[in-house]
């Protein structure tokens, strides 16, 4: 190990930083933020610098640098672009023997300040030792997204906590037990929802009385694309206990989920309807009543046609604490993957999404409302029905050459987008494979000029696989 981990109080302490320039600002900026009584020497500064200084951040001397100005520093940081001064700043401070850092300057730093994650008080520091400071970088930024921000209030909320649980728990082994099941279960989840007060009276219920109740989060997966699935959806499946998914989720969504967790498909397709809604119910209910962190993972977005809502009151109803991470929706998604935007300031100016699969005794739907021209008409499941769609448009005054679109596997890797005239489209519907999405209007004719995905070469295609594993 070349450099010992520290983490230095700096608060009220003389820190010297020597330039005027955008880097020594960007020093400047985190020695501002840790409370270090900064002196900055230098003839000029720039404009960062200067706004910081007019807000009284720190203490300026306006002057050519002089060994002597480093009396009395705890730190000294060297910024300039002349070499011959930051050399000089290194060997003045060593005398001193007072820690020294020469910025980008590797043989010249006796102290090397790394990548950080702020969440305080939690602090994440990565170094590679000044060898290969972008890949630290690197590091820090895919560390970001899997480290929510609601992790330094919790550690707040815990700081204020361990005296009380110290008292109430004596074995050390309990208050372990106490703090593991805290920072992974309810309280946690409570901190991020911002629900400050009610995750104190969870800590209070657990420290005192029995309390094993699951709670249920509903996830958007998006439409394929392991890619579209939001950071906290990706915190949420790497956290859960049971996982029940439907078909729609790709396989690469599904490698993301913790690995110990119980995956069970509770799909539905088309004239096959493996689980029935009433059984998802049943086993959401059972597995929370057990304690556990129910995942109920939906593709596209869960209150788009995906009886998110049903789902959630059946939870309610039972007592059980639950929260929604929404996902992207499949009109969404695959629509930009396709290349087809849904509004467009010379064919469309409304956006209406439908669902081709309704209740049996449910209301038509207005199909005078969506003959309208200038409009976009999303279908949901509606390949089956793409006969009758075309029909009753065409009927109610929609021209029967509008221009639609029918993109299978929308945003996978297999994605297939074809397009046609309204009279056609159902023969287009059966062409287009399983998941399918139908757009309907002037817009689906730019998918032409517009389309950028779905030419991967092999290369792209590895690359994707590699990304995914390192998740």
Same mark, same amino acid.
């Given at each position: 190990m070349d450099y010992l981990p520290l983490f230095v109080d700096v608060r009220t302490r003389k820190v010297v930083l020597i330039g005027g320039g955008v880097v020594a600002a960007r020093k400047a900026e985190l020695l501002i933020k840790a409370q270090a009584k900064l002196v900055v020497i230098s003839p000029s500064l720039c404009s960062q610098l200067q706004t910081q200084h007019q807000e009284d951040h720190f203490e300026w001397l306006a002057q050519e640098y002089r060994s002597s100005l480093l009396d009395d520093a705890f730190l000294v940081i060297a910024a300039t672009d002349d070499a011959l001064l930051n050399e000089t700043v290194f060997y003045d401070a060593n005398e001193r023997k007072i820690f020294v850092n020469v910025v980008d300057d590797q043989p010249l730093c006796s102290f090397i300040v790394p990548s950080i994650i702020d969440r305080s008080p939690v602090i994440v520091a990565i170094s590679s030792g000044g060898t290969a400071p972008v890949l630290a970088r690197l590091l820090r930024e895919k560390l970001e997204t899997m480290l929510p921000l609601s992790l330094g209030k919790m550690a707040e909320i815990a700081g204020r906590w361990r005296g009380k649980v110290k008292e109430t728990l004596s074995n050390m082994r309990e208050r372990k037990r106490f703090w593991e099941k805290?920072?992974?279960?309810?309280?946690? %989840?409570?901190?991020?929802?911002?629900?400050?007060?009610?995750?104190?009276?969870?800590? /209070?219920?657990?420290?005192? /009385?029995? $309390?094993?109740?699951?709670? *249920?989060?509903?996830?958007?997966?998006? +439409?394929? $694309?392991?890619?579209? *699935?939001?950071?906290?959806? *990706?915190?949420?499946?790497?956290?859960?206990?049971?996982?029940?998914?439907?078909?729609?989720?790709?396989?690469?969504?599904?490698?993301?989920?913790?690995?110990?967790?119980?995956?069970?498909?509770?799909?539905?397709?088309?004239?096959?309807? %493996?689980?029935?809604?009433?059984?998802?119910? /049943?086993?959401?209910v059972k597995f929370a009543q057990q304690g556990k962190k129910v995942v109920r993972l939906k593709g596209g977005d869960p209150f788009v046609f995906g009886r998110?809502?049903?789902? *959630?009151?059946?939870?309610?109803?039972?007592?059980? +604490?639950?929260?929604?991470?929404?996902?992207?929706?499949?009109?969404?998604?695959?629509?930009?993957?396709?290349?087809? +935007?849904?509004?467009?300031?010379?064919? %469309?100016?409304?956006?209406?999404?439908?669902?081709?699969?309704?209740?049996?005794?449910?209301?038509?739907? $207005?199909?005078?409302?969506?003959?309208?021209?200038?409009?976009?008409?999303?279908?949901?499941?509606?390949?089956?029905?793409?006969?009758?769609?075309?029909e009753q448009l065409i009927k109610f005054g929609r021209a029967s050459d509008t221009p639609v679109a029918v993109v299978g596997c929308g945003t996978r890797r297999d994605q297939k987008v074809v397009t046609g005239q309204l009279h056609d489209l159902d023969a287009l519907a059966q062409q287009a494979p399983a998941p399918a999405l139908i757009v309907i209007g002037e817009v689906t004719a730019l998918h032409n000029e517009l389309a950028w995905f779905g030419s991967q070469t092999e290369e792209d295609i590895r690359w994707r696989s590699a990304v995914l594993e390192l998740a």
């Open positions: 805290s920072f992974s279960g309810r309280f946690a %989840s409570l901190v991020e929802k911002g629900q400050l007060s009610e995750a104190e009276q969870q800590l /209070e219920r657990q420290l005192y /009385e029995q $309390d094993n109740r699951g709670e *249920l989060t509903l996830v958007g997966a998006g +439409p394929g $694309d392991a890619g579209l *699935l939001t950071l906290k959806g *990706l915190r949420v499946l790497q956290s859960a206990e049971v996982v029940l998914y439907d078909h729609l989720v790709s396989e690469e969504i599904l490698e993301l989920v913790r690995r110990d967790a119980d995956k069970i498909c509770v799909g539905k397709r088309a004239g096959n309807h %493996s689980v029935s809604q009433e059984e998802t119910n /049943e086993m959401i998110g809502g049903e789902e *959630l009151q059946v939870a309610a109803k039972a007592g059980i +604490p639950f929260q929604v991470v929404p996902g992207v929706t499949a009109a969404i998604g695959a629509t930009a993957y396709a290349g087809i +935007p849904l509004t467009h300031r010379e064919h %469309s100016q409304s956006i209406t999404f439908i669902t081709g699969h309704c209740r049996e005794n449910g209301a038509d739907l $207005d199909w005078q409302a969506l003959a309208r021209g200038q409009q976009t008409l999303v279908i949901y499941m509606g390949t089956v029905k793409a006969a009758n769609i075309s």
